[in-house]
């Protein structure tokens, strides 16, 4: 195993740990003492597994999982960078159908292999970001009746 | 014979308008690379909110069964899986369509889809109200083992490492106790607002199927779509017919193997198709052809995947426990419409899950009828770019989470999740048991709870939950699972990881 998967291994597998462990001592700490029954039975084999999957990790014996390769991370920082504003903060912020159809088009942008130095394929990607909305408001808004938050501009 | 008395159900105007509806959806959506069944049911759930349980569960079944036949059209005519269990089609499948008999493979899949499709239903019909009646006789301490039972068995048998396995599976039953506890109504675990209500199945289960697909989309950078589609030339459908009939060793393997694994909990359709394929190879007198377009492995994969649709869902009707990632994802259609699947499942909605059985018994002809049509627009709906793929789901994924209970708490959980799972996802952990985890955590609390209080006033709680022969079958399986599975991790002979799946 290269040094970046298991490093990445070792990150992921502590992460984890550190999550099992917490919730572990809340099980075991916090009253009434009944209602953490259950918790403190299942975060026991949580901790357990967690520290062994850790262990394995720092001891470079992780045999599954692949990680992430730089190119993979290069590719997809753009898409989660839109994608985690989108979801928790535009979404709320411009309103739903603001926030989608400006994430929809800049991913759409970003990851169509069309050409971005011609003007045909910039229309198609308007064209599709258009038909998108226009299938998402129809059926979320006139066929499920689902009231978004208030937009920015309406 | 119960089944036969609300037949006519199905045909209701808008109950079978709603199967023709998921049957040619979830053909199209079948062959699109990328979505695989569990996920488009997730994402189709927020669209049965409005409708009436059993035409909401009509739609998810018949999308169920028709992603996975759809799923052999990109297989076959582009070498690219709709979903895993389509991948043993792409072996036989694709090098007759590069022969020029695209067609005829086409037919065969869909032929031998729909008549394992009827057998796997008909198992379902008749295991099931016997497993139901049996179930009846459960008491907390068996159905607490029943649900770490199916936890466990899909942590151990659906990844690809034991511990990564059931690591995901206390992970699932840990954000399960989030919230209000239901006896003291103490607060735990309630690290922000949007968990407060504890968290909700519908945007979870949409989180962890749909987007780590999306990142996955993302990370293949700006790709081009370049799979060519084999044009397909005219065969008769009659021929088709009698090829599969001509060829019924092929299609009883794969129908017997599918329907076997199916009953299994946490074994997908992609190990039903490579094992039918593998032993169909094994039994055939024309084994050398296998690998160069031979109809007999086509049609033991497709009659395989498809069989084992209706066993995986004997395990959620009768005693509520999904055997299945996708049958997790239909428990969370009836846990909408506040209908608890279980042994009275038949006496207190005996419509409501006749409805929807018969339904799927229909929906396989009708996947196979409209299959041999659609397959052409199939084929050209699965050469959408990926990145308006992406940009679909992800709306949707926002859209149909929000839609649950219109709060943004919904909406955030989805994306917490889903992100996660993507990078959980990088290193072996595996969603189908965490999923399990979430569902079952309740189930597994409250009898583990009911049972102690018994066992407090009665025998003692070891005694209470080690005692007798059920509670001991149940833990022997448990224990035997993991067993196993460990077994054969250490040998390294497990013939079907994930990853060799996908190499």
């Known amino acids: 195993m290269s040094d970046l998967p298991r490093n990445q291994h070792i990150i992921a597998s502590g992460v984890i740990a550190t999550i099992g462990l917490t919730v572990a001592y809340i099980s075991f700490t916090q009253e009434p003492a009944a209602a953490f029954l259950f918790p403190r039975l299942i975060s026991s084999v949580f901790a357990v597994l967690a520290i062994w999957t850790f262990l394995k990790a720092v001891l470079g014996r992780t045999k599954v999982g692949n990680g992430l390769s730089g190119e993979a991370m290069k590719n997809l920082a753009p898409g989660l960078i839109v994608m985690v504003i989108y979801v928790f903060w535009a979404a709320k912020g411009l309103g739903f159908y603001t926030a989608t159809a400006i994430a929809f088009f800049i991913l759409l942008s970003l990851y169509d292999p069309a050409p971005h130095g011609e003007i045909k394929s910039w229309g198609k990607r308007v064209l599709i970001t258009a038909g998108f909305m226009v299938v998402i408001y129809g059926l979320f808004a006139q066929l499920l009746y689902v009231f978004t938050p208030r937009e920015i501009f309406f | ?503």
């Open chain 2, 1 to 503: 014979m119960e089944f036969l008395f609300y037949m006519d159900e199905v045909f209701a105007p808008m109950n079978f308008g709603l199967l023709l509806l998921g049957t040619i959806g979830g053909l199209i959506l079948g062959a699109t690379p990328g979505l695989s069944p569990t996920m488009a049911v997730a994402l189709l759930i927020p669209f049965t909110f409005k409708l009436e349980p059993q035409q909401g569960l009509i739609l998810l079944g018949a999308a169920y069964t028709s992603t996975v036949a759809g799923g052999a059209v990109s297989a076959i005519l582009l070498k690219i899986p709709g979903a895993p269990a389509n991948i043993a089609t792409t072996l036989d499948g694709h090098a007759m369509a590069l022969k020029g008999e695209g067609a005829k493979a086409l037919q065969l899949s869909f032929i031998s889809s729909a008549i394992g499709g009827v057998f796997g239903v008909l198992l379902l019909i008749f295991l099931t109200p016997v497993l139901a009646q049996w179930a009846l006789s459960f008491g907390p301490s068996h159905l607490f083992w029943l649900a770490i039972l199916g936890v466990t068995v899909i942590g151990t048998l659906d990844s690809s490492s034991v511990v990564k396995g059931l690591l995901s599976g206390c992970i699932g039953l840990w954000l399960a106790t989030i919230g209000f506890d239901d006896i003291m109504g103490a607060q735990r675990f309630i690290f922000h607002s949007s968990v407060s209500g504890g968290i909700n199945v519908i945007p979870a289960l949409i989180g962890l199927f749909a987007i780590p697909q999306v990142i996955t989309m993302f990370a293949k950078g700006r790709q081009s779509n370049d799979a060519e589609v084999i044009v397909v030339q005219k065969h008769a459908v009659s021929e088709a017919f009698r090829e599969v009939i001509k060829r019924k060793k092929a299609l009883t393997i794969g129908t017997l193997i599918g329907s076997i694994i199916g009953l299994i909990p946490g074994v997908g359709g992609q190990i039903a198709g490579l094992v039918a394929y593998d032993q169909s190879k094994k039994f055939s007198s024309e084994s050398e052809k296998f690998g160069t377009g031979h109809s007999e492995g086509v049609i033991a994969a497709e009659a395989a995947n498809n069989a084992m649709v209706g066993p995986s869902l004997v395990p959620l009707l009768t005693l509520s426990i999904p055997g299945s990632p996708t049958a997790a994802v239909l428990l969370g259609g009836l846990l909408i419409h506040g209908i608890f699947p279980g042994p009275d499942l038949f006496i207190n909605y005996p419509k409501v899950a006749w409805t929807f059985i018969d339904s799927m018994l229909i929906g396989q002809i009708l996947m196979c009828v409209f299959g041999l049509y659609v397959a052409g627009l199939a084929a050209s709906v699965a050469r959408v770019p990926q990145s308006v793929m992406a940009a679909v789901v992800l709306g949707l994924a926002v859209f149909g989470s929000y839609s649950v209970q219109n709060t943004m708490g919904d909406v955030y959980v989805m994306g917490a999740l889903g992100l996660s799972m993507y990078f959980l996802e990088r290193f072996g952990f595996s969603a189908a048991p965490l999923v399990l985890g979430l569902i079952l955590g309740p189930i597994a609390e409250a009898n583990f709870i009911q049972g102690s209080m018994i066992a407090n006033a009665t025998v003692g709680t070891g005694t209470y939950f080690f005692t007798g022969w059920l509670n001991w079958l149940l833990i022997v399986i448990v224990v035997a699972s993991v067993g196993y599975s460990v077994w054969m991790e250490v040998r390294n002979r497990r013939y079907t990881s994930k990853e060799e799946i996908l190499s």
